[in-house]
């Protein structure tokens, strides 16, 4: 069993690590999640591994050593298939606001379900649910609405989302 204190060791070592990569010339974002990567595998590494064994009694030079490999691997990413931003503009050209066909169908099944299943409810029950959630008043103005108290609207709404997620998960 590793005896590093993982905590103590982020306090000491986590921000050089970082700033010194930044240094190299490293982001401070892809810095701060090399950092982050370079404390999973110390937090993964094998004990029984003779190499991670001795590192034991320096736990410090193993993460320096796991976060310079790090970046060294994001940095021949990066040559091999650099990232660039692209603009906002040129993403909402990419992306079809529209839903899809089969979305729209299984959409338009399921607010019929939901619909019936609203239907099926004590009238007073859908009355809650639809003052609480489609009209946006709370619990204690739906209770003051229907003559009821905050803690019995607040059941009937509840009654209401259960048989809605009853009959819509049956239907789906």
């Not at 739906?142 to 998960?169: M, N, P």
Request: charged share 30%; proline share 4%; aromatic share 4%.
């Amino acid at each position: 069993m590793r005896r590093w204190n993982l905590d103590a060791l982020f306090r000491q070592s986590a921000k050089a690590i970082g700033c010194g990569l930044v240094r190299r010339g490293m982001s401070a974002d892809a810095a701060g999640d090399v950092v982050q990567d370079a404390f999973v595998r110390l937090m993964t590494a094998s004990t029984n591994d003779a190499q991670n064994a001795r590192q034991d009694d320096r736990p410090e030079g193993y993460l320096a050593m796991v976060a310079r490999n790090l970046a060294l691997d994001a940095a021949r990413r990066e040559r091999i298939a650099p990232v660039t931003a692209v603009p906002p503009e040129t993403l909402s050209l990419a992306a079809d606001p529209e839903p899809s066909s089969e979305r729209r169908l299984v959409d338009r099944q399921r607010l019929a379900l939901a619909m019936a299943a609203l239907d099926e409810l004590p009238e007073r029950t859908r009355r809650a649910f639809e003052l609480n959630r489609m009209q946006g008043l709370t619990l204690a103005e739906v209770g003051r609405e229907l003559g009821l108290s905050t803690s019995r609207a607040g059941a009937l709404v509840k009654e209401a989302y259960a048989h809605l997620r009853r009959r819509t998960s049956a239907g789906a």
